[in-house]
C-alpha cells in the first residue's frame, strides 16, 4: 500500500491509499512538532524524519519499521567557531537550525547518509545517522561569505541529488548560494552554474554562480545530465549536469516565478512547476491555483486546473511538489494545508486534504 | 550545591527531574545536570554550547543574558531553571 508523508508545522502526517483517489490519514507522527523534512531509503527502508523544534532546537529520527516506531538519531553539529581569523566574524550562526534536504549513496551494507542543513552545511553519516560528519572543505570554502539567506535568515541547502550512473558525484543547491558539486564523493566542492540571471544584486553581480538562488534543483534519472531549476527569476534547464543553463519562456499566463520544480524520471523532455505570483505576492498566479507541464524541455508549457481551487492563496513551498517512484502519481501540498494529487500526470487534481497544518514538504515513501 | 529544574515542556522530551548538582560555572552546572540524560545537552544549548536562541536560562529569579556567557558563576544555595522561551513558540 502507498504512502505519502507530508511534513507539517504541526507534525508529520502518514497517509495511506485504500484504492484510486481514497486517501486517508492512517498516522500523525511527532503531533504539534514541526517537521522539516523526510526521507525514506529505498534500499535500506529506512525512514527519516527532520524536526526543528520551536524552542529546542533541530531533532533528527529514524524509523526501521516504516513509521511504527521512532528512535532518537545524533543531530549533524557544527565545530566550534573559531575566535580568531577569516571564520570569526562570520554572519552566519555556527549551528545547524534545520535539516532540509536528505540523499543516500552505497550498497546496502555500506549505506551512506547524507543532510544538507540550514546555515548551509553538507554531513554525511555512515552508521544510519548515529553520527556525523561535516563536510569541511565546503563550510569552510570562503565564498561562503557571499551567500545570502533567501526566505529565512540564513542561507540552507535544501536541495542534494546524487548523479545515478556515478554516485561519488553529488549536486547541492543553496539559496542563495548557488549550485556547487562534488565529484569526489564530498571531499571537494565547485560552484557551478553558467547562464544564470539573478536580478536581486547589483548588475555587475548578475551571472555570478556562487550568489544565485535555486528555488529548487530537479534530475532526470534516466539521462541525469539533465536537470531543471526554479530559479528566483526564471526557469532554466541544462543538459551538462549543471554546468550550463538555457533558460525558458515561462507560460504567459502564469510568468515563471514559484519554488518547486519536478523532472520527469524517464522522459527527459517532461517536468513540471507550480508558478506563483511574483515574488512580492507568493500565492497562485491571479489567486488561481495550476499546475503547469512541459513536454518539449521547456519550448511551452500546458497549464492545468481542472480540479484546482480558482480563488485560492496557496503557496506551494519548494519541498511542495512530488512524484511516485512508478511515475504515476503526482502530489502537490500547501502551505494553507492543502494537499492534492494526480494520477494522470498533473491534467487532473483530486483534493485529499484541506485542513491540515501547513505543509513543508510531502514526498511519497519509497516502498 | 545548585538546583537544576526543567520545564515541563523539555520534559515532553527528555525524562529531567530536578538535580542537586555541584557549584561552578554556568557551563559546569548544566554540564552536571545533563550527566544523566547526555541528550538533553542539544536540546538547551547549540552547537556552540550556548543557550539555545528560544530557551531562557533563569538563576534564582534573574535571567541569564548573554547566552554565550557561560563562565557566569553559579554559587552555593542557587536554582538553575531551564524554560522555553516564549519567542519559539
Redesign the interface.
Known amino acids: 500500500m502507498q504512502s505519502l508523508l507530508v511534513s507539517t508545522r504541526k507534525g508529520l502526517f502518514e497517509l495511506l491509499a485504500h484504492s484510486a483517489g481514497a486517501w486517508t490519514i492512517a498516522a500523525h507522527h511527532f503531533p504539534g512538532e514541526p517537521v522539516s523534512q523526510t526521507f525514506t531509503d529505498a534500499l535500506t527502508g529506512h525512514w527519516f524524519a527532520a524536526l526543528r523544534?520551536?524552542?529546542?532546537?533541530v531533532?533528527l529520527y529514524r524509523s526501521t519499521d516504516r513509521g511504527k516506531s521512532w528512535q532518537?538519531m545524533a543531530?549533524p553539529?557544527?565545530?566550534?567557531?573559531p575566535t580568531q581569523g577569516f571564520w570569526a566574524d562570520d554572519p552566519t550562526?555556527?549551528?545547524?537550525e534545520m535539516i532540509w534536504s536528505f540523499a543516500a549513496t552505497g550498497p546496502a551494507h555500506q549505506r551512506r547518509l547524507w543532510a544538507g542543513t540550514m546555515p548551509a552545511a553538507v554531513f554525511y553519516s555512515d552508521d544510519g545517522g548515529q553520527s556525523w560528519t561535516l563536510c569541511d572543505s565546503f563550510w569552510r570554502d570562503e565564498k561562503r561569505k557571499q551567500w545570502m539567506g533567501g526566505g529565512n535568515d540564513y542561507p540552507g541547502l535544501h536541495t542534494l541529488l546524487v548523479n545515478p550512473v556515478d554516485e561519488s558525484h553529488l549536486t547541492a543547491a543553496i539559496s542563495c548560494g548557488g549550485i556547487w558539486e562534488s565529484r569526489d564523493a564530498g571531499c571537494s566542492w565547485q560552484s557551478i552554474g553558467q547562464g544564470f540571471k539573478a536580478d536581486f544584486v547589483p548588475p555587475e553581480l548578475i551571472s555570478e554562480p556562487n550568489v544565485q538562488d535555486p528555488h529548487r534543483v530537479s534530475r532526470c534519472t534516466a539521462q541525469p545530465a539533465v536537470m531543471w531549476t526554479q530559479l528566483h527569476f526564471g526557469l532554466y534547464r541544462s543538459e551538462d549536469h549543471g554546468q550550463h543553463w538555457q533558460q525558458l519562456q515561462g507560460h504567459p499566463e502564469i510568468g515563471d516565478f514559484g519554488f518547486p520544480i519536478l523532472a520527469d524520471p524517464v522522459n527527459p523532455e517532461r517536468g513540471w512547476v507550480v508558478p506563483a505570483q511574483s515574488d512580492t505576492h507568493r500565492y497562485a498566479p491571479g489567486a488561481r491555483m495550476c499546475v503547469a507541464r512541459t513536454d518539449d524541455a521547456g519550448k511551452t508549457w500546458q497549464v492545468f486546473r481542472s480540479g484546482l481551487p480558482q480563488q485560492s492563496y496557496d503557496l506551494i513551498y519548494r519541498h511542495g511538489l512530488t512524484l511516485s517512484a512508478d511515475g504515476q502519481a503526482l502530489a502537490i501540498a500547501s502551505t494553507t494545508g492543502n494537499l492534492w494529487l494526480s494520477s494522470d500526470a498533473g491534467q487532473q487534481w483530486h483534493q485529499i486534504s484541506q485542513h491540515l497544518p501547513p505543509i513543508n514538504a510531502v514526498m511519497f515513501a519509497a516502498n | 550545591m545548585v538546583t537544576v529544574e526543567f520545564a515541563n515542556?523539555?520534559q515532553r522530551?527528555k525524562p529531567c527531574p530536578p538535580q542537586q548538582v555541584s557549584s561552578g560555572s554556568l557551563a559546569q552546572v548544566l554540564n552536571a545536570a545533563f550527566t544523566a540524560e547526555p541528550?538533553l545537552r542539544?536540546?538547551?544549548l547549540?552547537?556552540?554550547?550556548?543557550i539555545?536562541k528560544?530557551?531562557a536560562v533563569f538563576i534564582d529569579s534573574q535571567i541569564h543574558l548573554p547566552r554565550d556567557a557561560m563562565a557566569q558563576p553559579v554559587r552555593d544555595g542557587c536554582k538553575v531553571l531551564v524554560i522555553?522561551?516564549l519567542t519559539?513558540?
Do not use: M, N, T
Not at chain 1, 550562526?93 to 545547524?96: E, F, N, Q, R
Open positions: 523544534l520551536g524552542h529546542f532546537g531533532k532518537e543531530c553539529a557544527l565545530p566550534p567557531q550562526p555556527w549551528s545547524v | 515542556s523539555l522530551h541528550s542539544h536540546y538547551v547549540d552547537d556552540q554550547g550556548h539555545r528560544h530557551v522555553q522561551s519559539g513558540g
